[in-house]
């Protein structure tokens, strides 16, 4: 995950003006910034894939496909002054085409491959997100990442952890 977000995060970079909008706010901000790239992530499965008639590992299952994935959303810098400026927007943060993968995994969706794949998620993401990240000399940007890509299923195998859950009708209940 950290490769692909600092890569994702030099990419943006790349544009000419950007990168000189980050410079002027650097200059007027006394020489250093301070940023907050903010992402989400998520996984799914899906089977029914079209199945090659070439035979492939025993690795993987035929017709499936587990993957996780994570979209760039903003990226804001905060000033001295207190003004929080947004250098970055993607107006793409709903679209399939913003979607960077992190992991392919040829596999049948499971309730064992959900944690899994989700554990290494929450994982990567602490370990990202707990220290900043000097982009250029005297910019330094913090990772703030959402796990807001996820169907029922990750949802509800992450409700599995919680022993007893209130329920309004019955009060409450052990799972």
């Not at 200059?27 to 250093?32: A, K, V």
């Not at 996984?43 to 035929?62: A, F, N, T």
């Not at 993401?125 to 330094?140: P, Q, V």
């Not at 949802?155 to 209940?173: E, R």
Request: charged share 30%.
């Amino acid at each position: 995950m950290a490769e692909v977000v600092k890569n994702t995060l030099h990419a943006i970079f790349d544009d000419d003006d950007l990168f000189e909008k980050l410079q002027d706010l650097k200059i007027r901000n006394g020489g250093e910034l301070e940023g907050t790239f903010y992402l989400k992530e998520g996984s799914d499965g899906s089977g029914g894939e079209p199945i090659i008639k070439k035979v492939l590992s025993d690795e993987r299952d035929q017709g499936c496909l587990y993957a996780s994935g994570i979209i760039a959303m903003q990226i804001v810098i905060k000033m001295n002054d207190g003004e929080e400026v947004i250098l970055f927007n993607n107006s793409l943060v709903n679209s399939s085409l913003s979607w960077r993968p992190l992991r392919l995994l040829f596999k049948k969706e499971t309730t064992e491959l959900i944690k899994m794949e989700r554990e290494r998620l929450d994982k990567e993401r602490r370990e990202l997100c707990s220290e900043a990240y000097e982009l250029f000399d005297g910019i330094k940007i913090k990772f703030v990442i959402f796990c807001s890509m996820c169907d029922m299923k990750v949802g509800v195998s992450k409700l599995v952890k919680i022993c007893i859950q209130f329920c309004p009708i019955f009060g409450l209940i052990s799972v």
